[in-house]
C-alpha cells in the first residue's frame, strides 16, 4: 500500500514563495504520475498540478506560470514549489499518487477521481 507523507506548509507573503513536499513508501514511485490538488473552504478540490513518470509537468490555469513542479525519484519525492504566492492560493494542499505512467489523454490529471492514493493534506496560508 502506497502511502503518502506531506512536508508542513506553512505561511508565505503575498508574492513570495513556498515549497511543499510529498514522500512516498510501499510502492515503486517511478511507476506513478503524482499530482498536486488543493482544497479552500467552501469549494471544490482543484487541480494544481502534474509530474507525469517520465518528468513531464502539467498545471491548472490558476497556477500556470507562477508554480512548478518537480520530482526526484531517488528520495521518493514529489515538490510543489510556488512563486509568487496570492492570498487566493490559500488552501489546504494535497499530493496524490496516479498508477498511470503517462497518461495519453492529459485531461484525465484534472480530475481526482483519476488519483488512488492520497496525502492527508497541508495548510497554505497566505498574507496580503
Known amino acids: 500500500q502506497v502511502q503518502l507523507a506531506q512536508s508542513a506548509g506553512g505561511l508565505g507573503q503575498a508574492g513570495g514563495s513556498l515549497r511543499l513536499s510529498c514522500v512516498a513508501s510501499?510502492?515503486?514511485?517511478?511507476?506513478?504520475?503524482m499530482g498536486w490538488f488543493r482544497q479552500a473552504p467552501g469549494k471544490e478540490r482543484e487541480f494544481v498540478a502534474v509530474v507525469t513518470g517520465p518528468g513531464l509537468t502539467h498545471f491548472g490555469a490558476a497556477v500556470q506560470g507562477r508554480f512548478d513542479a518537480s520530482r526526484d525519484n531517488a528520495k521518493n519525492t514529489v515538490y510543489l514549489q510556488m512563486n509568487d504566492l496570492r492570498p487566493e492560493d490559500a488552501a489546504v494542499y494535497f499530493c496524490a499518487g496516479d498508477r498511470h505512467y503517462n497518461r495519453y489523454d492529459y485531461d484525465d490529471y484534472y480530475r481526482a477521481s483519476s488519483y488512488v492514493y492520497w496525502g492527508l493534506g497541508t495548510q497554505v496560508t497566505v498574507s496580503s
Open positions: 510501499g510502492g515503486t514511485f517511478s511507476d506513478y504520475s
